[in-house]
């Protein structure tokens, strides 16, 4: 499908591509060991730069009947605007806002004994997934404190509807560490009466045996899969960012471009001002480093990404005002991006500005 921007737009914006999204939900739901196994898609950090509400609405209509956010604002955002499934606050609910949970009827997580009395003496109705520690140890309870929980919240209004963990390593070539953690958490949850066990999270998804009754596929869902050796899900990028110039000149040797000068044409030169920057979410490190995409040619970035705008060569290139500059598509995705600056795609994307519009076509 053809997209274009509809007048009175700054021209700097996203396409997000619900068909793609549609094609990954299916081939993640071929892959899932046993037809029980159910998908928690991950929307929080606004669906990972896509847009959480939309992208949750359409997934609901796929079907999904869980979601994972990060924050209780998040799932409550989610609530107002029509998602009436199953929220899991993957982070737990901070005091203060364990009232506010409950209404929104957000799944808590319990990562803590302060977490599990907290929510206890609220007095509200909670349902609650415990987070075992098996090895990231960044939250969660430890072996003993699983235990604990269950006694301690005998009686009470919350009712420990799960148990989940999270795979540290589940992106590294040796499985060794991965598997010990899958070891421990089946071995804790084993005999615990959860009603619903959740592991795999997107690389995780290569473990089938950590598969349990949810998987949480994450940024797979949005079309990367950082373990296609060992992975074999063919998801596809659902995100496109584009933007056109603000101006094209032509500038002799010697010229300086941009903040502080760090680049000067070798030869005469054809410069295009893009309307984007880093306020944008298109990071201050491309500077002199990235490129974008102009049919199908690379225009390399000269000079500092400035706040608002950029400076790309597209010297004997056939461009104008109209021509649509491609920061992220199939030629240059997010990993493209993020290899040139040493992170991981999911910083690209999350990155990008709320002030960029989302158009999902």
């Not at 098996?134 to 072996?143: A, I, K």
């Not at 054809?270 to 102009?294: E, H, I, K, T, W």
């Not at 199908?296 to 500059?325: A, K, N, Q």
């Amino acid at each position: 499908m053809t997209f274009s921007l509809p007048p009175g737009f700054r021209p700097c914006w996203a396409e997000v591509s619900l068909s793609r999204l549609e094609h990954n939900v299916r081939v993640i739901r071929r892959h899932v060991a046993y037809p029980r196994t159910d998908l928690c898609c991950i929307v929080k950090a606004n669906a990972y730069g896509h847009g959480a509400v939309p992208v949750s609405q359409f997934l609901q209509t796929l079907g999904i009947r869980w979601f994972g956010v990060a924050t209780v604002e998040e799932g409550t955002e989610l609530r107002q605007n029509g998602i009436d499934a199953e929220i899991i606050v993957l982070f737990g609910i901070p005091p203060s806002q364990e009232r506010l949970a409950s209404e929104q009827k957000l799944t808590a997580t319990i990562h803590s004994l302060e977490e599990c009395d907290r929510l206890m003496a609220s007095g509200s109705p909670h349902r609650a997934h415990l987070y075992f520690n098996s090895g990231m140890n960044r939250l969660g309870l430890s072996e003993a404190e699983m235990a604990a929980v269950p006694p301690r919240l005998a009686g009470s209004r919350v009712e420990i509807t799960g148990a989940f963990s999270h795979f540290s390593s589940s992106d590294e070539k040796d499985e060794t560490f991965s598997r010990r953690q899958l070891a421990k958490f089946e071995a804790i949850t084993r005999d615990g009466g959860y009603p619903v066990r959740h592991m795999a999270n997107s690389t995780g998804l290569r473990f089938r045996e950590a598969h349990f009754d949810l998987v949480r596929p994450g940024i797979i869902l949005y079309g990367y899969n950082h373990v296609p050796d060992v992975l074999p899900i063919e998801a596809q990028p659902v995100l496109s960012w584009k933007a056109k110039a603000a101006q094209i000149q032509e500038v002799p040797a010697g010229t300086p471009i941009s903040y502080s000068r760090t680049f000067v044409t070798a030869r005469p030169t054809r410069v295009a001002a893009l309307a984007v920057g880093y306020a944008d979410g298109f990071s201050r490190r491309f500077s002199n480093l990235g490129v974008v995409m102009a049919n199908g040619r690379s225009c390399p970035i000269l000079g500092r990404v400035t706040m608002d705008l950029i400076m790309v060569d597209v010297t004997g290139m056939d461009v104008d005002l109209d021509t649509e500059f491609g920061l992220i598509n199939d030629q240059r995705t997010a990993a493209h991006l993020a290899d040139d600056i040493g992170t991981i795609s999911l910083e690209i994307l999350c990155r990008i500005s709320p002030r960029v519009p989302r158009f999902y076509v």
